[in-house]
C-alpha cells in the first residue's frame, strides 16, 4: 500500500513562528499536494508539485511556501504563522500513470493550532 | 474557476439506501471523484467517473451526467460504519490545465440504528 506519512498529527504554534509541514511518501510519486480543510470550506489547494524541484500556486498560496527537494519529500512552509492558518492541513500524492482514476492518496493530516 | 455544490449533513437509517447529490460548473471536465473521510482521518477514495452513466463498486455506486453538470454517490444496504463524510471532487484542466482535484465542501453522513 502507498503510504504518505505526515510528521506530526498535532501542532501548536505561537504567531509569526516559522513552521513547517513535513510529508513523506513512499511509492515513487511524482505529484504531491498540500491542501487545507476547515469546516463549511472543504479542502482548500494551497501548492503543488509536479516532479523535483517543481512547484505551483494552488487557489490560497498567500502566506504559504513549500519546498521538494527530493521526490518522496514535500514541505510545506508557513513563513510568519498567523491564528487564521490554523487548519487541518492535508497533504496527498499521485502516481502521473494510475493517478488519473485513482487520484490521491492521502496522509492522515496535520492538525496545527496557531495562538 | 470552479463551484461545485452538496448538501452539507444527511441522515439516513441503516439498511436503507441514501443518494448524495454533487452539482458542478467547470470550464474543462477531466473527471470526478468521489471520497469518504471518517472523523479525524484521511479522506479515502471512493469512485472516479469520467463518461456519462453509472459506475457500480459493491454497495456503493456513482453516477454521472457531464450535460447537467451533476453526480451522485448512491450507498445501498447502510452500515453504521458509513457515517462519514462523503466528498465531491473535480478535476478540472479548462482554466490553468493544472491536474490538482477542486473539492466540494462535502456531506457529511449519519447512519442511525
Known amino acids: 500500500d502507498v503510504k504518505v506519512t505526515q510528521s506530526s498529527r498535532y501542532l501548536v504554534k505561537r504567531t509569526g513562528e516559522k513552521v513547517f509541514l513535513e510529508c513523506v511518501q513512499d511509492m515513487d510519486h511524482e505529484n504531491m499536494f498540500w491542501y487545507r480543510q476547515d469546516p463549511g470550506l472543504g479542502l482548500r489547494l494551497i501548492y503543488f508539485?509536479?516532479?523535483?524541484?517543481?512547484?505551483e500556486k494552488g487557489d490560497i498560496p498567500e502566506g504559504y511556501s513549500v519546498s521538494r527537494e527530493k521526490k518522496e519529500r514535500f514541505s510545506l512552509i508557513l513563513e510568519s504563522a498567523s491564528t487564521n492558518q490554523t487548519s487541518m492541513y492535508l497533504c496527498a500524492s499521485r502516481d502521473r500513470a494510475t493517478g488519473f482514476h485513482y487520484g490521491y492518496t492521502f496522509g492522515s493530516g496535520t492538525r496545527l493550532t496557531v495562538v | 474557476g470552479q463551484n461545485i455544490d452538496q448538501p452539507t449533513e444527511m441522515t439516513a437509517t441503516e439498511g436503507a439506501i441514501v443518494q448524495i447529490n454533487c452539482t458542478y460548473q467547470?470550464?474543462?471536465?477531466?473527471?470526478l471523484f468521489w471520497y469518504q473521510q471518517h472523523a479525524g482521518e484521511a479522506p479515502t477514495f471512493l469512485s472516479y467517473?469520467?463518461?456519462?452513466g453509472l459506475e457500480e463498486k459493491g454497495r456503493f455506486s456513482s453516477f454521472l451526467s457531464r450535460s447537467k453538470g451533476y453526480s451522485y454517490l448512491l450507498l445501498k444496504e447502510l452500515q453504521m460504519k458509513d457515517s462519514a463524510s462523503y466528498l465531491c471532487?473535480?478535476?478540472?484542466?479548462?482554466?490553468?490545465?493544472?491536474?490538482?482535484?477542486?473539492f466540494g465542501s462535502g456531506t457529511r453522513l449519519q447512519v442511525q440504528p
Open positions: 471532487a473535480v478535476r478540472d484542466i479548462g482554466d490553468t490545465g493544472r491536474r490538482a482535484l477542486t
Open positions: 508539485s509536479y516532479d523535483v524541484k517543481m512547484k
Open positions: 467547470t470550464s474543462g471536465f477531466n473527471g
Open positions: 467517473n469520467v463518461l456519462d
